[in-house]
């Protein structure tokens, strides 16, 4: 803010035509035209803020048109932060204390957003000295806030460098090592929390240190790491939007359940190996740029060998070695940095250059760049010099050069024109990077994959890759074996089949196969089955199991198929059923046997109570017999359809009881395991027929009403009748029936209750418990 004194300008009074009128008006005209396209925006206002008169200018930087801003004060869309200031600094203008004052402010734009603003606003005052409006001047100065921004946050993400840097030395234990790093990690990358973890004996990460996490967290995704162990060279992994990256849901509701909604995970190397990570959270979306994750990189070295300085039988030999590394990576960066005139003459060379080249600065500096370029390349620098002059950047330009001991290899080099202060290109600059490494992990990594194919073509199973679109990129012999054909490499879509049809017959459309659901949707497809029709007519059944492939970015590269031939185990299936239905048939006939001689004794008994117990057991066996059909009449061997169980209990219950009583099912959802199907039929069976006898009314009419539902991984069975209910503590002891559900619901490691209003009953339970 500036303030500033000026003797306040008077206003003349106008007097009577004058041969020179027609000038004034000319020079008025000029005056406003120049007033409304000056290159800042200008408001009149008065004592109140109130808008008067506004130019073009400003329209354009608010958006608004100059009727909608007429009549609004200038606070109106003053950034609530920067209100206070203006208002006051107005205040004391208005009251004289000075003339005119300058401040910077953001301003609300009508379409969203904001811009900053600086702003000069000067008082008008008529003769006598009273104040009759103000003009304020508004220049856009968003673009240099937004640098200074910038420079504020490198020269921060700096000085928590340095900052860290100076701790270390003065560390002595891991504990101090782990508070110097957090604090550099939340202010160097601004992140609200951090974390640093290391990896144990057993090859798992475990939190060593951190800030601002709950102990439900850490316990949740302690371990996970996006790296092997043994990796040996791992890199950066950032998730920019939580909610959007390739997780489990799982661990997606853990990492957005603690307020965080992106993270970067930088790993830790020690001697070349991998020994921990370190982890910046941030509450809001966040986008990393390269400048952040090499800051991070860096803190992660600095962090890595203060770590080391202190671990190993060679503790004394590793601290200097810790040190020399430490000072090397803040003394300079490992990147050889180079200008040259534009006759080819190198003019500046920093210690990068003498590392990476062998030329001291004194042996470099005036020579011609062309001592570092072998004999067979000499014609690059012509034509890069030329690329130069016309202003052209050179990115990455890979290439070959020579060291002062005339070793050669591979390099990087990103040259920029260097301008002087009219823009006129004078030299160039140029950054040089060793990719000898990179190469030569692109040579093993063309190596990996000739074995990875020759692998996938030694294993007995169809397997192929498609890329990002789909198209088949690789298959093995055993491929062309299940498909009765060879696919086309680069033409073929999705899948390697001739035809595909779903598993009841239908025509299954390759662009809607597992391997195209694969790749459109990013996730692995499992527990699909399909069948594949071969050129001569031949079908065979099979599971897919497609999986998308990234890169390190996570970006999706393609996609992985293996294909299993269903042929002999739908054959064994077969012959399974065949077994299981004649199982059926003669458990079905000894059941309703059992039953019969049930109901027969229950006829000829003469004691009421032994009449009752052998009708109670007669249904029971009816309910478990429900139970067994369903059982033997579902195809899968391990689970069964909850709502077809439901369905046929509830019918055969039904059958025993009074005409006037009505069971009312609803449909019930999801599947349960085998082991569950007796327990609960006969759990349903008692709390079905209790309530026919205790919850309808006095004439014997009633309707019990049943559901079977299941939520979040678990079950409720409920039965509702019209009755007072039952207090359960009261009854548990005096009740057969009671005693059998509470057996049963322990069996089941289910929860039982009872409620009076309404009457209901309630089994919870999990669908895989069971005896």
């Known amino acids: 803010m500036n303030i500033q004194g000026r003797p306040a300008p008077r206003l003349e009074p106008i007097d009577s035509p ?29 004592r109140n803020g109130r808008m008067l008169r506004v130019n073009q200018q400003l329209c354009r930087l608010t958006g608004y048109t100059s009727s909608e801003l007429l009549g609004r004060t200038i606070f109106d869309e003053t950034f609530p932060e920067d209100l206070a200031e203006d208002r006051d600094l107005f205040r004391q203008q208005l009251a004289g204390a000075f003339e005119h004052y300058n401040i910077e402010k953001r301003i609300y734009r009508k379409g969203g957003g904001h811009f900053w603003a600086s702003v000069t606003s000067s008082s008008v005052r008529d003769a006598q000295g009273r104040f009759l409006y103000a003009v304020r001047v508004q220049h856009d100065i968003t673009d240099r806030k937004r640098a200074e921004q910038a420079l504020a946050h490198r020269m921060q993400e700096q000085a928590a460098l340095f900052a860290f840097s100076e701790r270390l030395q003065h560390c002595s234990s891991d504990q101090q090592i782990h508070a110097a790093a957090l604090d550099a990690i939340t202010r160097a990358l601004a992140c609200d929390r951090a974390s640093i973890l290391q990896l144990d004996q057993a090859g798992v990460m475990r939190f060593v240190a951190w800030r601002g996490l ?24 950032c998730v920019e939007d939580v909610r959007a990256a390739d997780l489990s849901d799982e661990l997606k509701r853990t990492v957005l359940g603690e307020g965080i909604q992106a993270t970067a995970f930088i790993p830790i190397v020690q001697d070349g190996r991998l020994a921990g990570k370190f982890m910046a959270y941030y509450c809001a979306v966040h986008a990393f740029d390269e400048a952040e994750i090499e800051v991070a990189l860096t803190l992660a070295r600095l962090l890595g060998f203060s770590l080391a300085r202190l671990s190993g039988e060679d503790a004394r030999k590793a601290a200097e070695r810790g040190a020399q590394q430490l000072a090397a990576i803040v003394e300079s960066s490992d990147d050889a940095i180079v200008s040259k005139d534009l006759d080819g003459v190198i003019q500046t060379w920093n210690g990068g250059a003498e590392r990476l080249f062998g030329y001291s600065r004194e042996e470099a500096v005036g020579q011609p760049i062309t001592m570092l370029i072998p004999a067979d390349r000499q014609d690059e620098e012509p034509h890069i010099l030329a690329r130069i002059k016309a202003g052209e950047r050179i990115h990455h330009y890979e290439t070959i050069r020579q060291r002062k001991d005339g070793t050669t290899f591979d390099i990087s080099l990103t040259i920029s024109p260097i301008r002087d202060r009219w823009g006129r290109i004078i030299g160039a600059s140029k950054i040089a990077r060793d990719i000898t490494t990179r190469k030569q992990a692109e040579a093993r990594l063309r190596e990996s994959e000739r074995r990875l194919q020759e692998l996938l073509a030694a294993i007995p199973a169809a397997i192929y890759t498609t890329d990002a679109q789909g198209k088949i990129t690789y298959f093995n012999q055993t491929a062309v074996e299940f ?34 659901v694969a790749l459109r ?52 299936e077969t012959q399974q059923r065949l077994l299981l239905n004649e199982l059926n048939h003669r458990t079905k006939n000894n059941m309703q046997m059992l039953q019969a001689l049930l109901l027969g004794a229950a006829r000829s008994a003469r004691s009421e109570e032994a009449r009752r117990v052998l009708e109670e057991a007669s249904g029971r066996i009816a309910a478990m017999a429900a139970a067994q059909r369903v059982l033997y009449g579902t195809p899968d061997a391990s689970q069964f359809s909850a709502d077809q169980f439901l369905g046929a209990v509830v019918e055969t219950i039904q059958q025993t009881l009074p005409p006037g009583i009505r069971i009312a099912s609803a449909p ?28 309808v009314d006095a004439s014997g009419r009633g309707t019990i009403r049943v559901r079977l539902t299941e939520q979040d991984g678990a079950f409720e069975l409920s039965v509702e009748d019209e009755g007072p209910g039952f207090d359960l503590e009261a009854v548990r002891h005096n009740s057969s029936g009671l005693r059998l559900v509470l057996g049963l619901a322990r069996q089941l490691q289910g929860r039982f209750e009872v409620t009076r209003n309404p009457s209901c009953a309630r089994l919870h339970f999990a669908p895989g418990r069971g005896a």
């Not at 102990?215 to 890199?235: F, I, L, M, N």
């Not at 086309?488 to 025509?507: A, N, R």
Request: aromatic fraction near 6%; charged fraction near 25%.
């Open 214 to 237: 709950s102990d439900d967290y850490r316990k949740s995704v302690e371990g996970h790491s996006p790296w092997a162990p043994d990796e040996a060279d791992p890199r950066p992994v």
């Open 18 to 46: 004058t041969p020179t009128t027609e000038l004034h008006s000319s020079s008025d005209d000029r005056l406003a035209a120049t007033y409304e396209h000056v290159g800042a925006g200008i408001v009149e206002i008065d």
């Open 521 to 572: 949707e990013g996730r692995a497809v499992r527990g699909v089955e399909a069948v594949a029709e071969r050129p001569d007519g031949t079908r065979v059944p099979f599971i897919p199991f497609p999986t998308p492939l990234r890169d390190a970015f996570g970006n999706i590269t393609g996609a992985i198929n293996m294909l299993v031939d269903l042929s002999e185990r739908k054959q064994a």
């Open 668 to 695: 019930a959802t999801g599947v349960l395991s085998n082991d569950s199907a007796m327990p609960l039929a006969l759990i349903a069976n008692e709390l079905l027929t209790n309530a026919a006898k205790h919850g």
């Open 483 to 516: 498909a009765g054909r060879t696919p086309l490499l680069g033409s073929d879509e999705w899948c390697v089949t001739w035809k595909l049809f779903y598993p009841d017959g239908t025509p299954l459309p390759h662009h809607q196969c597992p391997m195209a």
